[in-house]
């Protein structure tokens, strides 16, 4: 089964979702994600409870135990440009089977890939992703799965959302049909299947880097 599962970093994970596909033991799972969390948390419980077959995602550097899986062979790897990442959730989610792009072209990426020549300039055939199953978190949805996301936590998730053939939505509100403004509407609700609430916990953070306050004059 192929999972689409939105965030960057630690922002914007649906934490609850993540830890129910954990608890419900699938295996052989194919992940499509920017990355595979940290250790222990996120996408990273999957991978400690060996339930991924393949990952499919643009940037893993800070998570100890995918790198440890990558290289002993448990786990394949298909690492992929964040923005041809971004393009193919948005292309499967239009129904469109295949785009061109100069990125990758004359590199690793571009092997047993198709090109062509446009004005005299090499792309790189690129093919849409379509998940079995999209999982989500929004800030807030309507009972008719209208999403809105909030600050950084939007990133990969819309477009993750189109992509599923189910699209999972964890939201931290939940309104009436018709009381999210339409012209604040991120994801239609026509892409999402399922809504759930999300639990109260601590958002982790990934990184944190502080500096002393500086004084300012009067």
């Known amino acids: 089964m192929t999972i689409a599962v939105g965030g960057f970093g630690l922002s914007g994970n649906p ?12 295996r052989e799972l194919v992940i499509v994600s920017n990355n595979m969390g940290v250790d222990g948390v996120g996408l990273g419980v999957l ?11 643009s940037y893993v550097g800070e998570n100890k135990l995918f790198a440890q899986q990558y ?18 959730l948005r292309a499967g ?12 072209v004359g590199t690793q990426v571009a092997q047993g890939k198709p090109t062509a020549d446009f004005d005299g300039v090499t ?10 199953l999209a999982l989500v978190r ?35 509100e939940i309104v009436e049909a018709g009381a999210i403004d339409p012209d604040v509407v991120a994801t239609p609700g026509i892409f999402v299947q399922r809504i759930v609430l ?3 916990r601590t ?16």
């Open 15 to 26: 934490f609850d979702l993540i830890d129910a596909v954990r608890d419900s033991g699938a």
């Open 47 to 57: 991978l400690e409870n060996n339930q991924v077959a393949r990952v499919v995602a």
């Open 71 to 88: 290289l002993s062979g448990e786990l394949e790897v298909e690492f992929v440009p964040q923005g041809t990442l971004a393009e193919r």
């Open 93 to 104: 989610g239009a129904g469109i089977p295949a785009f061109y792009t100069r990125t990758g």
């Open 123 to 132: 792309y790189l055939q690129e093919r849409a992703i379509t998940a079995d």
């Open 138 to 172: 929004a800030h807030r949805s309507d009972s008719a799965g209208n999403l809105t996301y909030r600050y950084t936590a939007r990133n990969f998730n819309p477009a993750v959302a189109t992509a599923g053939r189910i699209t999972v939505a964890e939201v931290e």
């Open 198 to 200: 999300a639990s109260p």
């Open 203 to 218: 958002k982790p953070i990934e990184q944190r880097t502080v500096r002393p306050r500086v004084a300012t004059g009067a």
